[in-house]
Nanobody, 115 residues
Framework: QVQLVESGGGLVQAGGSLRLSCAASRLSFSPYTMGWFRQAPGKEREFVATINWSGGRTNYADSVKGRFTISRDNAKNTVYLEMNSLKPEDTAVYYC????????WGQGTQVTVSS
């Protein structure tokens, strides 16, 4: 059974930084497009960022461009999300996603940004 386990969430003040990690197991990691999504209370899950299999192509939501950076280490089966200049509106549960036709999801990690 595929597992995606996120870590690195927490409470941070506005303007601060966090680095999320997502470790994959029981998954042939390198061919998968990996992504981060988030869901704030009372809102639908939304796209944050994706990275292709090689790491050579990334996409970001307009709301996080210039502040967040997605990266991956295929040798460690891990994808990262570096989040800088955090804002209260970034508060959400952040989910890791693996996609190659089928979607796999992690359980989520809470990020709370205080003003």
């Amino acid at each position: 059974q595929v597992q995606l386990v996120e870590s690195g969430g927490g409470l941070v003040q506005a303007g601060g930084s966090l680095r999320l990690s997502c470790a994959a197991s029981r998954l042939s990691f390198s061919p998968y497009t990996m992504g981060w999504f988030r869901q704030a209370p009372g809102k639908e899950r939304e796209f944050v960022a994706t990275i292709n299999w090689s790491g050579g192509r990334t996409n970001y939501a307009d709301s996080v461009k210039g502040r967040f950076t997605i990266s991956r280490d295929n040798a460690k089966n891990t994808v990262y999300l570096e989040m800088n200049s955090l804002k209260p509106e970034d508060t959400a549960v952040y989910y890791c996603n693996a996609n190659r036709g089928l979607d796999y999801w992690g359980q989520g990690t809470q990020v709370t940004v205080s003003s």
